[in-house]
């Protein structure tokens, strides 16, 4: 079985700042307003469950997510590694198929479709944010077998001819 991810961070991209500064989002951090330049992700136990967790935070508190860590944030990515940006005024919706090692991960814990009594196993991410009435941005990520996967797609207007397959794909 593959390991799963080490918690980690890294610097953000000019071009993922921007994006982010254009829809409003600031640091998670409760109070602070400050634009986001850091992205963190980690895990933590919640009774029998490992939940993943990102975290969108400005400089000083990304250092302070890296030294409770003991991480060393890293720079960030090239821009030939960053994803392919939204138009600007589009909601913010994505769709790929689930990497390899992800899959392996997903069938050694036992999970499945995220959509409600599907039982089926999840060979894509789907991801959406969105704005609420209050103001705030929030995103919502699903893990998605393929009749689910190609129902987002076609409520999204997603051409799944052009999204990500997933790797090992061996349905």
């Known amino acids: 079985m593959a390991a799963l991810p080490d918690p980690f961070a890294r610097h953000l991209h ?3 700042a ?21 992205y963190g992700w980690y895990r ?5 469950l490992r939940l993943g967790h990102e975290r969108f935070l400005c400089t000083g508190h990304g250092a302070d997510f890296g030294r409770r860590h003991h991480l060393e944030i890293e720079p ?3 821009e030939a590694d ?11 919706v994505h769709l790929c198929g689930m990497s390899a ?13 995220d959509a409600p009594r599907c039982r089926e196993a999840a060979w894509y991410l789907a991801s959406h944010r969105y704005r609420l009435q209050s103001g705030r941005m929030r995103q919502d990520a699903r893990f998605l077998c393929v009749r689910h996967a190609e129902s987002f797609a076609a ?17």
């Open 76 to 78: 960030a990515p090239a």
């Open 82 to 92: 960053v994803r392919p940006h939204r138009p600007a005024g589009t909601p913010w």
């Open 18 to 38: 921007a994006e982010f500064a254009q829809d409003g989002r600031h640091c998670d951090v409760r109070r602070c307003r400050e634009p986001v330049t850091v």
């Open 155 to 171: 409520r999204h207007g997603i051409d799944m001819a052009a999204v990500t397959p997933p790797e090992g794909d061996s349905r």
């Open 44 to 48: 933590r136990r919640s009774g029998a």
């Open 101 to 113: 090692d992800m899959l392996e991960a997903h069938r050694a814990a036992g999970w499945h479709c």
């Open 14 to 16: 000019p071009a993922e």
